[in-house]
């Protein structure tokens, strides 16, 4: 199975004496889904955050294309950026406001265009391409007039995954992606990053304290606790006897 990206040993603390990601090792496959499940503040968030290279890292490495991010050029670490994008859960903070859905869509594509080569999404013009990018995560055209304030938060939210695939990463990471939304909305949003990820390939992690979305959506399964990850284990085998007794304890509740 080839790697997307390689978690090992990652620690990371802030505040002295105390590890918000202890240890963690963790790889991502091409083409999977990965959740990543536990309680509130169990640490997903910041290991998110250092794999995104957004934090800082105390201990450990982040391997991609088989070389540490700490020795990437800047090219490489810009390469890195653009094949590792991000949906987080509020995706009213994550558009900008005064921009019109349309540019706020352009966006990626033009900070990126001239070392891309697109494979499903084809630029023709900027009109276009957002049409394809609207169509793709099943919304109506006229939205990209619009400003974000006049969106619904599920609206807003396939904004942000449209934007996110729009340059064709090798992984999205989904930071509790549903958990500002109604249940309905949820539902849809999983469904729709289910297709999402048949028709592009793409590989997920899928960031969630919810086990049900990430049993919906994953074929593997990451338990975090304290920090530290428990259990990590293929979707099939989740009633298994061997599961750690805290997944036991999550699944009690699910
Ligand atoms: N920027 C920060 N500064 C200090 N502590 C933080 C920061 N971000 C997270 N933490 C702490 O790190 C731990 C893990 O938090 P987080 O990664 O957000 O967990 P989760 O996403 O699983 O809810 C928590 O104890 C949290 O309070
Ligand atoms: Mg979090």
Do not use: W
């Not at 706020?104 to 900070?111: A, G, K, V």
């Not at 084809?122 to 304030?149: I, N, W």
């Amino acid at each position: 199975m080839r790697r997307v990206v390689e978690m090992h040993d990652l620690k990371k603390s802030y505040t002295p004496g105390k590890l918000a990601v202890n240890d963690v090792s963790l790889s991502i496959h091409e083409g999977e889904s990965l959740g990543l499940v536990g309680e509130s503040g169990c640490g997903k968030s910041t290991l998110a955050r250092c794999l995104l290279g957004v934090e800082t890292i105390d201990g450990g490495s982040i391997i991609f294309n088989g070389d540490p991010l700490a020795n990437a050029s800047r090219k490489d670490f810009r390469n890195y950026r653009r094949n590792v994008q991000t949906v987080f859960q509020n995706p009213t903070a994550s558009l900008n406001p005064k921009m019109r859905i349309k540019d706020s869509l352009l966006d990626p594509y033009l900070q990126f265009q001239h070392e891309l080569q697109l494979g499903h999404f084809h630029f023709s013009s900027k009109q276009a391409f957002v049409q394809q990018l609207l169509e793709t995560v099943e919304l109506p055209k006229e939205l990209g007039d619009r400003f974000p304030h006049e969106l619904s938060g599920g609206q807003k939210q396939r904004v942000t995954i449209a934007r996110a695939i729009s340059i064709e990463p090798k992984l999205i990471v989904l930071d509790e992606p549903t958990a500002s939304l109604d249940v309905l909305s949820q539902g849809a949003i999983l469904k729709l990053l289910a297709s999402l990820q048949e028709t592009l390939g793409m590989s997920y992690l899928f960031i969630s304290h919810d086990l049900a979305a990430v049993y919906q959506l994953c074929q593997r399964i990451a338990v975090m606790k304290d920090g530290e990850l428990l259990d990590l284990f293929d979707k099939e085998d989740i009633y298994d006897n061997q599961r750690h007794n805290y997944t036991k304890e999550l699944i009690g509740i699910f």
